[in-house]
């Protein structure tokens, strides 16, 4: 047995690849491309290391060409979830029992591999499978998920060195068991990062975990469970169940086992989820750890000491990148209207010769919105902007999913800062401004505020040191991760913890970790050293 005690260092965020015309990573991406695209695949489930076909199919199509079919994938029910709960439960004992050193050292393989040898398989996979741009993919299932790794391992080293106080005449230590029982991990489509979180934040810290992917992340999700199984994963540590949520969803609530939901997805999903949790707590060996990330209707707001520039280049991207598909994505702006002109010229225009596309054009800054579902929300929102008075589309508005589901970057002014899209979470390419007299700037800090159930992220943009402080001030619960003279998306691990409150979720900041202490439950435990040998205490003896 290796009786070291080791630490990891602090790890380096992973370096992005550009992509420039000309590299050697950009041929070797258009070529992984290329193959996946002509070389549709079958996605099984995985259950205790082994896969499992059901018969009951569905397709993984191209979100810029739904007629493009990439895999086929079995589908799960509540009879294959049950033997998935078993298999994670045979699997606990002794991956529990290992130590966390053999854990991590297995996330960083996986880490290595995702750099080296899968970077362009898993960045492929997420660009035609998600509608990614290539820039998108790289930050998302390149760079964030090997920080996952590689800075959880260095969070989980922090935890288990943390030990209570000396007694004196005892030995006081801190024992970080997992849960007791098996966590659900139900994961969105919009980050591979994320979805891989969900899972290994908790396996890393001795926990087995029950997998439902999102159907329309399936590709690079199935390829992770083979890079965990390369890296050395043993079989039932996680388990990938594809499939409707409320058969996977019901199945696993209602198992004695149940010890915790690791969730990012939407309100009214994780509502429910936290609901039947709640129906069956009798049920349970022990009250489950609910973890949930969930809406967002981020904001921007804006001083009249900011700069125009850097407020356009902030929307548009803040807005528009992986075409608003974040949970961070900027979706109102509340502008001081002698800025106004200045902001809505530049936004305007570069707005409008934004290029869309497919994902393999890496001239394309815009691809297509994830499946129809999504299309057709944001296709109406846009109709209803188009025939209210109180509202006008100054950019973009156009949409056709005849091949693909295109939705252009679409900028509405209103006059009315509690119009529908300023208030409700939209998840699509667009952005809804409301300009503001510059001498109610408090006032708006306060409408912001007030606006939206969430409180996910925002931005100030003030030059103005006091103005922005103010902001900081007046917003301090409107957003879990707050940006100042920067668009409210990109955090990074390690960096930027991410997670809101409010709506937004339990605020339990991936990528830090808070994160994995949610995974733990500790077990104090004294040792004295030398026990008394009779009931009676010094004070109980009569005086001399």
């Not at 891989?196 to 029950?210: H, K, S």
């Not at 815009?366 to 846009?382: G, P, Q, R």
């Not at 899209?421 to 503001?436: A, C, D, K, N, R």
Request: charged share 20%; proline share 5%.
């Amino acid at each position: 047995m290796n009786q070291a005690v080791f630490r990891f260092d602090v790890p380096v965020n992973e370096n992005l690849f550009s992509y420039g015309p000309g590299c050697a990573e950009r041929t070797a991406l258009q070529a992984e491309l290329r193959r996946q695209s002509e070389n549709p695949i079958e996605i099984p489930l995985i259950i205790g290391g082994k896969e499992v076909r059901t018969g009951r199919t569905g397709t993984v199509v191209m979100p810029h060409d739904h007629r493009h079919v990439l895999a086929t994938y079995h589908k799960a029910g509540p009879d294959e979830t049950r033997a998935a709960i078993e298999a994670s439960l045979k699997a606990k004992a002794a991956w529990m029992d290992l130590s966390w050193i053999e854990r991590t050292s297995i996330m960083l393989r996986a880490a290595e591999l995702l750099s080296k040898k899968y970077r362009y398989l898993i960045n492929a996979a997420t660009m035609l499978g998600q509608g990614k741009s290539v820039y998108q993919a790289e930050i998302d299932a390149a760079a964030e998920v090997i920080d996952y790794l590689r800075f959880n391992a260095y969070f989980a080293s922090c935890i288990y060195s943390g030990q209570p106080l000396p007694g004196g005449d005892c030995i006081n230590r801190m024992e970080y068991r997992p849960l007791e029982g098996f966590v659900l991990a139900v994961t969105p489509f919009n980050f591979t990062a994320i979805a891989l979180n969900l899972n290994t934040a908790p396996a890393v810290m001795g926990n087995v975990t029950v997998w439902k992917p999102a159907s329309t992340a399936l590709l690079s999700n199935y390829y992770l469970m083979k890079i965990y199984k390369e890296a050395g994963l043993p079989d039932g540590v996680i388990n990938f169940l594809p499939g409707p949520g409320s058969a996977i969803g019901g199945a696993a609530l209602a198992h004695r086992d149940f010890a915790g939901l690791h969730f990012t997805g939407s309100n009214s999903t994780f509502n429910g989820l936290w609901r039947s949790v709640g129906e069956n707590l009798e049920r349970y060996r022990s009250y489950p750890r609910l973890v949930g990330e969930t809406g967002g209707k981020d904001f921007v707001m804006v001083h009249a000491s900011a700069d125009a520039d850097e407020v356009a280049t902030a929307l548009v991207r803040g807005a528009f990148e992986y075409q608003g598909q974040k949970c961070s994505a900027a979706s109102r702006a509340y502008i001081p209207r002698s800025l106004w002109p200045q902001v809505k010229e530049r936004l305007v225009a570069w707005t409008e010769e934004l290029s869309m596309g497919d994902v393999a054009d890496f001239d394309n800054f815009v691809n297509a919105v994830i499946d129809e579902a999504s299309f057709d929300t944001l296709s109406s929102h846009i109709d209803r902007a188009r025939l209210a008075p109180e509202a006008e589309i100054i950019a973009g508005g156009q949409y056709d999913k005849s091949r693909g589901y295109f939705v252009r970057p679409t900028v509405i002014r209103t006059d009315d800062p509690h119009f529908v899209t300023m208030e409700e979470e939209l998840f699509g390419p667009v952005l809804t401004v409301y300009v503001y007299e510059d001498g109610d700037y408090e006032k708006t800090l306060e409408l912001c505020d007030g606006t939206s159930p969430y409180a996910l992220t925002g931005a100030v943009f003030a030059h103005d040191r006091y103005a922005a402080q103010l902001a900081c001030r007046k917003l301090r619960y409107a957003a879990g991760n707050f940006y100042i003279n920067d668009k409210p998306t990109g955090a990074v691990v390690g960096q930027q913890p991410f997670g809101g409150s409010r709506g937004s979720g339990t605020n339990d900041k991936a990528g830090s970790a808070l994160n994995l202490m949610r995974w733990l439950s500790p077990r104090t435990i004294k040792e004295n050293l030398l026990p008394p040998t009779h009931y009676r205490y010094p004070f109980m003896d009569g005086d001399i």
